[in-house]
């Protein structure tokens, strides 16, 4: 069974930053893109990253681009997402989903259980 | 960007009845859509790709259809499960990759 962990989140103050994890299991991560993906509360999906089966291909939102920083480490079957200069409106629960092998075919299957992160003062 | 635009925002049915949930693309997205399920306190999980092909698990009552910016999710023979929000995804033309607002489906 496929399983995707994610870690990192919390509290954090405006301009601060924070690294989210995404551990992977029963998959074989290299293969395959992965994203990243916020909910702010009570609100709809919202897509923030996506990183291809080798790092060749990055994309970001234009609401994060410049701030956030996707990487991904397919030694250790783990994706990460580098977030600075938080602001309020960063406030989410991030998951993180498997894409495709192919990157331009990209729905989002499975997802991880989320972690959220807070950004007050 | 394409935007995804959902209707209703909210629907109300009854138990055993069939439920039809819209979702259009503000241009055309050929059949590269997506349907997922997401319940409260969980994670959203992938019903539907391609528009209509139910993905590993997903019961034969959940059926996608259309093409070009016009797209349905029916969930036949509601059962108490699937009373959750449903959001539909382009994945055509990206990035960005874009979800529709959501549609509710609560118990009438």
């Known amino acids: 069974e496929v399983q995707l962990v994610e870690s990192g989140g919390g509290l954090v103050k405006p301009g601060g930053s924070l690294r989210l994890s995404c551990a992977g299991s029963g998959l074989t991560f290299s293969r395959y893109s992965m994203n990243w993906v916020r909910q702010a509360p009570g609100r709809g999906l919202e897509w923030v990253s996506s990183i291809s089966s080798n790092s060749s291909y990055i994309y970001y939102a234009d609401s994060v681009k410049g701030r956030f920083t996707v990487s991904r480490d397919n030694a250790k079957n783990s994706l990460y997402l580098q977030m600075s200069s938080l602001r309020a409106e960063d406030t989410a629960v991030y998951y993180c989903?498997?894409?495709?092998?192919?990157?331009?075919?990209?729905?989002?299957?499975?997802w991880g259980q989320g972690t959220l992160v807070t950004v007050s003062s | 960007e394409i935007v995804m635009t959902q209707s209703p925002a909210t629907l109300s049915v009854s138990p055993g009845e069939t439920a039809t949930l819209s979702c259009r693309a503000s241009q055309s997205i050929n059949v590269n859509l997506a349907w997922y399920q997401q319940k409260p306190g969980q994670a959203p999980r992938l019903l539907i790709y391609g528009a209509s092909v139910r993905a590993t698990g997903i019961p034969a009552r959940f059926s996608g259809s259309g093409s070009g910016t016009e797209f349905t999710l029916t969930i036949s023979i509601l059962q108490s499960e699937d009373f959750a929000v449903y959001y539909c995804?382009?994945?055509?033309?990206?990035?960005?990759?874009?979800f529709g607002q959501g549609t509710k489906v609560e118990i009438k």
């Open positions: 989903a498997r894409g495709r092998f192919n990157i331009e075919k990209n729905w989002f299957d499975p």
């Open positions: 995804q382009q994945y055509n033309n990206w990035p960005p990759w874009t």
